[in-house]
């Protein structure tokens, strides 16, 4: 099965009081309403609706140029216990919240009963006002793929820059006016135009730096807010990103060598950091070879680095191991997504104007592997890495500046976070329900985003505070469901992005 690897933290409690006066930030009457018109959605499961709304592309000039934004609603299967709408994003950057919700459910039946289910395509995607790429520019910027010479790195500088110009022509200002503070407006359009007088709110990954900057922004408009694999918006530069996400797959290869070496059935018993440190220099120094194509550093760490992520994957893992050392590579079953191009392509405007890990030059370049190499000595590097790759050459302006988060006068918010999560790492929604003082609940396991998979610990305390409002008890922590080496489902919340290594 062909997996796109996933990249890609929130908001809180200053006043635990519903009514507490609005702050600073707030702007309650310069978003418009707009009309929602519903017709039945084409090639949806069950009973969904389809619709567009009109909003200001540049919020400074609320008069000026309008775009769509695309929605799709699920209705509460029970109208006379409807509590409200739920709206839902599955992360990215770029995932579609309109497919999301035309494809599934989300939660219980209680939660089907209760909610109306309101999925959003953030702009630049699917049904709202698209982001357009040339793909042969797109194509132009995988191909190059990491640098690991001086002249790679300004070729890449150059055809991100190229990327982004032509995109600026296919697609107008709208380029540079799709960071995450934009969709925050957009979604209090959303709640405005929905006739909600509080929003509810459930964000994975991605989605959960729309609930953080929602809740900074609005905070006394919402009702109950659910944030799943957290990112972290205060990381303070381009290591702190590289280096938490770094750690996450260095934690899970220690889990993943822990349990080889003690199981003498597993293929690399006794050894398994031994053969994997070995591969790993011979891709470094050029003479890995797997089935007759040499493997870089970045190549090997692309596939069987991120099979470390995946306890049900490690048994098999270890056989590839083996036979890679004894130069007989079995077929690769999990790829990276850097061959994938598509005109609609919103990673730049959104990542890297959101985040702005751009590196100056190769040699920054290069001192960010050696300082990972040092402090993660057995992975050295993460796929999601590559992020900071699609912005060198500062190809959007950085426009949504990091920073701690900070919340006032919103109802008490909860954040969930997995120990093994490799993309938004555990870390970040630590750091995340620490500034916001968000009730985090921890899952024990592996997966990146947990809720709605039907494992009880973590949905019960989620739709017991969504319906009643019951904030969930400090400390919950919930045991881990992966078994090594026995595959276990994909959960609810890993859609596939859009970015060299989408987040989600």
């Not at 702007?27 to 309403?33: G, H, M, Q, R």
């Not at 500046?401 to 918010?413: F, Q, S």
Request: hydrophobic share 35%; with cysteine; glycine share 10%.
């Amino acid at each position: 099965m062909k997996r796109s690897l996933r990249m890609v933290g929130i908001a809180a409690v200053a006043a635990l009081a519903m009514g507490t006066a609005i702050v600073a930030t707030q702007t309650a009457s310069a978003e418009p309403t707009a009309k929602i018109a519903w017709k039945p959605c084409k090639d949806a499961e069950g009973k969904v609706y389809c619709a567009t709304i009109k909003v200001p592309l540049d919020y400074s000039d609320p008069h000026g140029e309008k775009i769509k934004i695309g929605l799709a609603k699920r209705p509460a299967t029970k109208p006379d216990k409807r509590i409200g709408a739920l709206v839902v994003n599955p992360g990215g950057p770029g995932g579609s919240g309109v497919d999301m919700v035309k494809n599934t459910t989300v939660g219980s039946k209680k939660m089907q009963e209760r909610f109306d289910l309101i999925g959003f395509d953030p702009r630049g995607i699917n049904t709202s006002t698209q982001i357009k790429c040339e793909e042969a520019d797109i194509e132009a910027t995988f191909d190059i793929g990491l640098p690991t010479t001086k002249k790679k790195f300004t070729k890449l500088a150059k055809a991100n820059k190229k990327l982004a110009d032509g995109c600026r022509k296919l697609t107008g200002p709208l380029f540079d006016h799709a960071d995450n503070l934009h969709v925050v407006r957009d979604i209090e359009v959303i709640r405005k135009s929905l006739g909600e007088k509080k929003l509810n709110f459930l964000g994975y990954s991605y989605g959960t730096l729309m609930g953080q900057q929602y809740a900074e922004k609005y905070p006394t408009k919402i009702r109950s807010m659910v944030l799943d694999g957290n990112m972290d918006h205060s990381l303070e530069s381009t290591y702190a990103f590289a280096s938490t996400e770094t750690g996450a797959v260095e934690r899970n290869f220690n889990e993943f060598a822990k349990w080889c070496d003690s199981d003498k059935k597993c293929a690399l018993s006794g050894k398994t950091a031994k053969v994997y440190g070995e591969l790993r220099e011979l891709a470094k120094a050029g003479k890995l070879v797997d089935e007759g194509e040499k493997l870089d550093f970045y190549e090997f760490s692309d596939y069987y680095g991120f099979a470390v992520n995946e306890p049900g994957y490690w048994g098999e893992l270890a056989k590839e191991l083996k036979a890679l050392k004894a130069g007989q590579p079995k077929q690769n079953k999990l790829k990276s997504a850097s061959d994938r191009a598509a005109v609609e392509y919103v990673f730049q405007s959104m990542f890297c104007a959101d985040w702005g890990l751009g590196l100056k030059n190769f040699d920054e370049w290069k001192q960010l592997n050696a300082d990972l190499a040092k402090e993660h000595p057995n992975t050295q590097w993460s796929s999601y890495n590559a992020n900071i790759a699609g912005c060198v050459g500062d190809p959007v302006g950085y426009t949504n500046k990091r920073k701690p988060l900070e919340i006032e006068g919103a109802p008490p918010l909860v954040m969930i976070g997995n120990l093994g999560d490799y993309a938004t790492v555990y870390p970040w929604s630590q750091v995340a329900a620490e500034q916001s003082g968000a009730t985090l609940i921890t899952y024990e396991g592996y997966g990146h985003t947990i809720y709605g998979g039907g494992y009880s610990c973590i949905d019960k305390p989620v739709e017991s505070y969504f319906i009643d409002l019951k904030k969930p008890a400090d400390g919950i922590s919930c045991d881990s469901l992966e078994t090594p080496g026995k595959s276990t489902k994909d959960r609810t919340g890993d859609v596939a992005g859009v970015g060299p290594y989408s987040l989600n």
